[in-house]
């Protein structure tokens, strides 16, 4: 490998080098391409380092690639399937050349440097699409960047992939039926928020509501959901009642970023759906939030429907998960059914064989044992019991033990349905409730 990182690549023989694809770059994905003819310099430089160390990630199955200023070089660090690696380290010349062409590429400015900067490339990678995000953070050793890979044609996109269950979606369905009311989905940083908004919009039955969304959600295409286009000089409010003059039942607008957005928004959903997503750990945080952002409880208890929040787990690998039967103590323990014949595990080490047992590296995971993540949902209803519950001026605590009366979906019982199913582990699930 050519900057001499990663545990498989050292692994391998030298001419690895020369299997390893070279990512194409087709341009931004918003404004015109790039003049690679300004900067021959740069381009000489930057080029095909920059390609290397995008394609090493990609082919590593990343999510983000980090670059950070550090001293005399730059410090990498890898996150596949939310966990950090240790990435590569580059000379400072080096990393500033990747740093400008990557920024050139995704049509940001390569003189400013004191300024935080966002853009993204089109890309091809062995045949498949993809978006790079150049996320630039000036710091006080220079810029740090950010490079966030999405592989468009294997990102999850339907309901059930994302992890929307079928019972959460009739749910979503029962509340979409009403055409009216708020419903906020919630999630912490990096938990894969957008993604889960597009899941619950898509859970929506765009055939038979009028779904509509009144902002650019990028490289995301909704099927059968009506691009609303907000006028120049238009405000959100005012963008929201054209579309429901023009008959949307369900509207999804852009991430609430205020209280007066959340304003804008909680009175809009008294004339059809609404469908927002803003951070928030849990449902509860995410109550709570909307109460404080509307500083109104009758309003909230009236026109919010439901907080769905999502939160990301790692899959086993399926090539190399083992199973196992489960102790019945477990079980009654955690609280799964004790006809439960079969759990899932992370396959054992090298360094935990037994005598005579073989041990063969597994491709598919690059022996890390979990290849993807998937989210668990959690599912706060506003029922009367909850109404009235809002319109007392609620504690964290009271609308927790009003979810639990109301028995809704939380993220610990969706999570153990994944563990019962095989599809993640026990230890994966403490691991993400710690974490
Ligand atoms: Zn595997």
Same mark, same amino acid.
């Given at each position: ?58 082919? !590593?199955? +990343?999510?983000?690639? !980090?670059?950070?200023? %550090? ?31 990557? %920024? ?8 400013? !440097?004191?300024?935080?900067? /966002? ?6 990678? &062995?045949?498949?699409?993809?978006? @790079? ?21 294997? *990102?999850?996109?339907?309901?059930? &992939? ?8 009739? #749910?979503? /369905?029962?509340? +979409? ?22 899941? $619950?919009? /898509? =859970? $929506? ?31 959100? &409010?005012?963008? @929201?009642?054209?579309?429901?003059? =023009?008959? +949307? ?21 008294? %004339?059809?759906?609404? @469908? ?6 849990? +449902? ?29 787990? /790692? #899959? ?16 009654? %323990?955690?609280?799964?059914? #004790? ?24 491709? #598919? ?25 809002? *319109? ?44």
């Amino acid at each position: 490998m050519i900057f001499g990182f990663g545990k498989k690549k050292q692994q391998d023989d030298d001419d690895h080098d020369e299997d390893l694809e070279l990512i194409s770059f087709q341009g931004p994905v918003s404004g015109p391409p790039p003049n690679l003819n300004e900067n021959p310099g740069l381009v000489r430089a930057g080029l095909i380092p920059a390609k290397e160390i995008v394609s090493d990630a990609v082919s !590593r199955d +990343a999510s983000m690639l !980090r670059l950070d200023p %550090k001293g005399a070089g730059y410090i990498g660090m890898l996150m596949v399937d939310g966990m950090k690696y240790p990435g590569p380290r580059l000379q400072k010349q080096q990393g500033t050349a990747i740093t400008q062409i990557l %920024k050139m590429m995704a049509g940001l400015s390569i003189q400013e !440097r004191k300024k935080p900067q /966002r853009g993204s490339i089109k890309a091809d990678y &062995e045949g498949q699409p993809y978006e @790079i995000t150049i996320d630039i953070t000036p710091t006080p050793e220079g810029e740090r960047l950010n490079i966030y890979l999405a592989n468009l044609k294997t *990102r999850p996109n339907q309901p059930d &992939e994302i992890g929307i269950s079928e019972t959460l979606k009739e #749910k979503i /369905r029962e509340i +979409a039926a009403t055409r009216e009311g708020f419903i906020g989905v919630c999630g912490g940083p990096r938990n894969g928020l957008t993604t889960s908004t597009v899941g $619950v919009v /898509r =859970s $929506v039955d765009a055939y038979v509501y009028g779904v509509y969304k009144v902002f650019d959600t990028g490289t995301w295409d909704i099927p059968y959901v009506t691009d609303f286009e907000r006028e120049e000089g238009h405000d959100l &409010e005012t963008t @929201i009642t054209r579309a429901q003059r =023009s008959e +949307a039942e369900v509207i999804y607008v852009p991430p609430i970023t205020s209280d007066e957005e959340a304003k804008v928004l909680i009175k809009a959903a008294a %004339k059809s759906g609404i @469908i927002a997503e803003y951070p928030a750990k849990d +449902a509860v945080s995410g109550l709570l939030q909307l109460i404080k952002w509307i500083g109104d409880e009758e309003l909230v208890a009236s026109n919010v429907k439901a907080i769905i929040t999502s939160k990301l787990i /790692r #899959k086993l690998c399926p090539s190399c998960k083992q199973a196992y039967a489960p102790n019945p103590k477990l079980l009654a %323990k955690i609280g799964l059914s #004790k006809e439960t014949k079969a759990l899932y595990r992370h396959r054992v080490q090298p360094q935990e064989l037994q005598k005579g047992e073989t041990w063969d590296s597994c491709p #598919k995971c690059h022996d890390i044992g979990y290849q993807g993540q998937i989210a668990m949902f959690e599912l706060l209803e506003m029922t009367e019991g909850m109404q009235e519950v809002v *319109r007392a001026k609620p504690s964290p605590d009271a609308i927790r033990a009003q979810v639990k009366k109301d028995g809704g979906l939380t993220l610990q019982k969706d999570g153990l349905h994944l563990v019962s199913n095989g599809t993640t582990s026990l230890e994966e699930l403490q691991r993400t409730f710690k974490s």
